[in-house]
């Protein structure tokens, strides 16, 4: 893991060999692709992570971190596992046999909220009990030929606590199918707010109130030049194209400085929240 400081324009390895799984040279080989996918800090200076897996959990190598929530801390040289998402999946399998890959973290008011792109979940861990619950099943089956599942990708999480979350549709990557959706953080709330995105990876809440999104690629199978980065308003359902002919993007980061909402902010995060409870109601 690298640490890079924009004042001195110098990054440092605060962590190192982390545990990992890269394919060889055989194209046939079915063996997963593995390691830390997304990290998150909290607002009282914890820096928390995920590591992938895709397979089996029971097929994890002893000792490891794969398919987990950890923390990383100064005084140690390996993060700390805080719960086991993988075990979780053993427990509650979605897919038979039981699939977990963690993909994207984001963490809000003492909970982290992780989503499963193997288990096609969203999960929950609160900081006082490190107890793995289950707040969403999303759809596994799109309508392509061969039936193919359409994935959770990018997790963000709004000051009001409104989680969103965008998707990768399964082969053939069909354009403009993708979709983001919302949720109140509370069991099966998630809602589809907006659709017609392609391959999205990653989102952003930015502090105008508008969703900053990665699409990977218009031609998910021929990829090369031709992703994009655009922003959505939750509450107007504009969009945006902000730049495109990107190489293959899969993460997005806006930057605001942290404190308290100004009052247009909250009034904003206010609305936000109400028309996302009027949604699922609905």
Known sequence: MLRYDPATNTHSRPWSLLDSIAKGSNPNDLSPVAGLQDLTFTTDGRLLGVFGFRGDPATRPTGTSFATLVQFDSSSSTPT???????FETAFPSHTPPFSNPFSLAWNAGVSYITDAGANRLLKVNDASSVVEKLEDFPKIVSTIPPAE????????????????????????????????????????????????????????GADGWLYLVEYAQNFLSPVGTGSLRRFNPITLERQLLADSIDRPTGVLVRYTPGPLPIAGAAFAWRQARVLRRRVKG
Do not use: K, R
């Open 81 to 87: 596992v805080l719960a086991d998402l993988g075990a």
């Open 150 to 205: 359409a994935v959770p990708t990018g997790l963000a999480a709004s000051p009001a606590g409104t989680l969103y979350n965008t998707q990768l549709p399964g082969f053939p990557f069909t354009p403009g199918i993708a979709s983001i959706f919302a949720s109140m953080g509370t069991p099966n709330s998630a809602t589809t707010i907006t659709s017609g995105f392609t391959n999205v990876m990653d989102l952003s809440f």
